[in-house]
């Protein structure tokens, strides 16, 4: 069974930088967008940013300019750089892969991340 699994999240005092990763396991052929959601406790998990198969980005305007997104299609995996970082960037930051198939043609409309904590102190 196909998983997404983040790391690179933890603390940091504002202004510094954090770097997330996701990478899919199992064998798959394409995922057509990867990208980063992240929630709050008690508000909508929210756009981070996101990136296409064909390299294709969107941002949240609160990151851009200090948040890049890039993947690797060979290797499944989306990462996030997160520059500049602010203490409202706190937050619980989830992985997102849509429209997944698989060598076997199977499909996947969408798979999430398990979450990984990104906590940045003022």
């Known amino acids: 069974q196909v998983q997404l699994v983040e790391s690179g999240g933890g603390l940091v005092q504002a202004g510094g930088s954090l770097r997330l990763s996701c990478a899919a396991s199992?064998?798959?052929?394409?995922?057509?967008?990867m990208g980063w959601y992240r929630q709050v406790p008690g508000l909508q998990r929210e756009l981070v940013a996101f990136?296409?198969?064909?390299?294709?980005?969107n941002y949240a305007d609160s990151v851009k300019g200090r948040f890049t997104v890039s993947r690797d299609n060979t290797k499944n995996t989306v990462n996030l750089q997160m520059n500049r970082l602010k203490p409202e960037d706190t937050a619980v930051y989830y992985c997102?892969?849509?429209?997944?198939?698989?060598?076997?043609?199977?499909?996947?409309?969408?798979?999430w991340g398990q979450g990984t904590q990104v906590t940045v102190s003022s």
């Open positions: 990136v296409t198969s064909g390299r294709t980005t």
């Open positions: 997102r892969a849509d429209d997944l198939i698989y060598p076997s043609g199977d499909y996947t409309y969408r798979l």
């Open positions: 199992g064998t798959i052929r394409s995922i057509a967008v």
